[in-house]
T-cell receptor, first 112, second 113 residues
Framework: QKEVEQNSGPLSVPEGAIASLNCTYS??????FFWYRQYSGKSPELIMS????GDKEDGRFTAQLNKASQYVSLLIRDSQPSDSATYLC????????????FGDGTTLTVKP | DGGITQSPKYLFRKEGQNVTLSCEQN?????MYWYRQDPGQGLRLIYY???????QKGDIAEGYSVSREKKESFPLTVTSAQKNPTAFYLC????????????FGPGTRLTVL
């Protein structure tokens, strides 16, 4: 079993819809969770960080964390074609360990 | 502007040659990392350093070497022992805090001819 697993996709949604991206992790002591957006040929860009159970909202993005179920998700509301990218989930073990384990990513396509 | 720079952007190497990829940051971050990304794949950790003059192997360190003589710099050498070096190489840094999130440089695309 991989330490961090994501739906491989591709995920396709119409413009204006909600895109839902999911990630599960295997290590129960994982403390910090991140979502990165990566456009084709570019480096990953951090878009959300979360470490407490519940929801964290930033603009059109909402990260949801459920430590009991070892599950973190990213919701993108009012999806735009510019949101089309690969989304990487990353997990840190321990708040100061600084070592992230990345999932393989989910490719999202938003169709106009 | 604070950030992470990597050079060169594109690098071509003949088989049997060692090459060194540069990574510099002016974010005053203690920790730095090197990842490799193959097409359609996630990131795999090569080496990381949490403090100057110290570094640890990641999941795929064979065929690579690093040094951390200065806080700002973490160069990666891809040696001839690395069998499949063609990939996208990403450098990142993190500064601690509650999240200890990592920030990435623009990457170096290495192609072996």
């Amino acid at each position: 079993q991989k330490e961090v697993e994501q739906n491989s996709g591709p995920l396709s949604v119409p413009e204006g819809a909600i895109a839902s991206l999911n990630c599960t992790y295997s290590d129960r002591v994982s403390q910090s969770f991140f979502w990165y957006r990566q456009y084709s040929g570019k480096s990953p860009e951090l878009i959300m960080s979360i470490y407490s159970n519940g929801d964290k909202e930033d603009g059109r993005f909402t990260a949801q964390l459920n430590k009991a179920s070892q599950y973190v998700s990213l919701l993108i509301r009012d999806s735009q074609p510019s949101d089309s990218a690969t989304y990487l989930c990353a997990v840190n073990i321990g708040t100061n360990a600084g070592k992230s384990t990345f999932g393989d990513g989910t490719t999202l396509t938003v169709k106009p | 502007d604070g950030g992470i720079t990597q050079s060169p952007k594109y690098l071509f190497r003949k088989e049997g040659q060692n090459v060194t990829l540069s990574c510099e940051q002016n974010l005053n971050h203690d920790a730095m990392y090197w990842y490799r990304q193959d097409p359609g794949q996630g990131l795999r950790l090569i080496y990381y350093s949490q403090i100057v003059n110290d570094f640890q192997k990641g999941d795929i360190a064979e065929g690579y070497s690093v040094s951390r003589e200065k806080k700002e710099s973490f160069p990666l050498t891809v040696t001839s022992a690395q069998k499949n070096p063609t990939a996208f190489y990403l450098c990142a840094s993190s500064g601690g805090g509650d999240y200890n999130e990592q920030f990435f440089g623009p990457g170096t695309r290495l192609t072996v001819l």
